[in-house]
């Protein structure tokens, strides 16, 4: 079994910075690429942010200049710097792993449960 557990949400101003980070566990040998999502009420989930295992990254125009996302392979961890934070911004944010290896076999698209970010103007 293999989880995505996120942190670092939280209420802040608009201008303002937070970091969200995601760790996996579960005996993990590797995982592919890593991504993060976002919901905000009454919309669908959008693409923010991902990063493969080879750093290579991929962002959403909403966020570009603004999100950096970054991964440590040692700790099976995934972050996201976000600065200059906007209202519009304000979302519950999802970690996503498109493959994990694992001890027991592979899973695919696992998701963790969510951070609530509020930005206020």
């Known amino acids: 079994q293999v989880q995505l557990v996120e942190s670092g949400g939280g209420l802040v101003q608009a201008g303002g910075s937070l970091r969200l980070s995601c760790a996996a566990s579960?005996?993990?040998?590797?995982?592919?690429?890593m991504g993060w999502y976002r919901q905000a009420p009454g919309k669908q989930r959008e693409l923010v942010a991902t990063?493969?295992?080879?750093?290579?990254?991929n962002y959403a125009d909403s966020v570009k200049g603004r999100f950096t996302i970054s991964r440590d392979n040692a700790k099976n961890t995934v972050y996201l710097q976000m600065n200059s934070l906007k209202p519009e911004d304000t979302a519950v944010y999802y970690c996503?792993?498109?493959?994990?290896?694992?001890?027991?076999?592979?899973?695919?698209?696992?998701w963790g449960q969510g951070t609530l970010v509020t930005v206020s103007s």
């Open positions: 579960g005996s993990i040998f590797s995982i592919n690429a």
């Open positions: 990063i493969t295992s080879a750093d290579s990254t």
């Open positions: 996503n792993a498109d493959w994990v290896v694992t001890k027991i076999g592979g899973y695919r698209d696992v």
